[in-house]
């Protein structure tokens, strides 16, 4: 269970550590008298793991029978349990699982039973025999692999939550000036086609006035011929009656 949450080189930590009475034989936990062996169970503060050792009588506790029942460590001098020294424990860092420092301790004993029967051991019997405990763990991350971490966890994060924002800003940036050239663009495009549209109206007048211009020069060349014509009509009747005495 997670038991703390603190910081070790420079980086944040949960603590964690076995779930309390987790040593136990159904005393605390009913569900734990599994563990119990063809009906005889261990006092709290030892498994038995019998079966796992070819049929020696052997159990498990934490070292110096840290946590045990107290009348197990009342029958064996010289062992002084030490939460410091002999409790297990693990530190993780929640973001990446990174195991940064633990230590898995236990001990190794010998669960004595009926052995009343046998000389010289007899004062043995119901006794467990603490043989020796062990540690695994690790006390600290090797530099290269802490330098490495503290660079994805802590320098990462921030180098991409300033990439986000910088990106955010050249995207604000680039439509800004996508806007601008469009308004640009369309202000060009209506000035000439306003310029486009005043040059034809002009040609257009110009153009009109052309034709008007024709049409007059054309009507006065029509009004000219049509007057040569009367003209020469009427001359030619003024002659007919001198023709006629001529005749006469």
């Known amino acids: 269970k ?18 309390e009475n987790i040593l136990d034989n159904g005393a605390y936990i009913p569900e734990n008298k599994c563990f119990c062996r ?3 169970c261990l006092k709290p503060g030892l498994i038995d793991v019998t079966d796992c050792y ?3 009588p052997i159990a498990l506790s934490y070292p110096h029978f ?26 993780v860092q929640p973001k990446s699982g990174l195991p940064l420092k633990f230590a898995f301790r236990f001990q190794i004993n010998m669960a004595l039973q009926n052995i009343g029967h046998m000389s010289r051991v007899e004062k043995f019997e119901n006794f467990v025999l603490p043989l020796l405990w062990f540690e695994i763990g ?18 990462l994060p ?20 996508c806007i601008r050239k469009i308004i640009i663009c369309q202000s060009t495009e209506s000035t000439l086609t306003r310029q486009w549209l005043s040059s034809e109206i002009k040609s257009k007048k110009i153009q009109i006035l052309n034709n008007r211009r024709m049409s007059c020069k054309i009507d006065e060349m ?27």
């Open 66 to 91: 840290y946590k045990a029942d107290p009348s197990i460590l009342e029958a064996v001098e010289g062992l002084n349990p030490n939460p410091d020294l002999h409790e297990s424990f693990l530190y």
């Open 2 to 19: 997670r038991d703390e949450e603190t910081t070790m080189d420079r980086m944040h930590v949960y603590k964690y550590k076995f779930v």
């Open 222 to 248: 029509d009004s000219s011929l049509i007057e040569s014509k009367n003209e020469k009509v009427l001359e030619t009747a003024l002659d007919l009656p001198s023709l006629k005495e001529d005749i006469v």
């Open 138 to 155: 690790m006390s600290k991350l090797p530099m290269s692999m802490l330098v490495r971490f503290w660079f994805y966890l802590n320098f």
């Open 54 to 56: 070819y049929g020696f």
């Open 158 to 177: 921030v180098l991409q939550s300033v990439l986000i924002y910088l990106s955010m800003l050249a995207g604000f940036v680039l439509i800004s000036l």
């Open 38 to 40: 063809h009906g005889y």
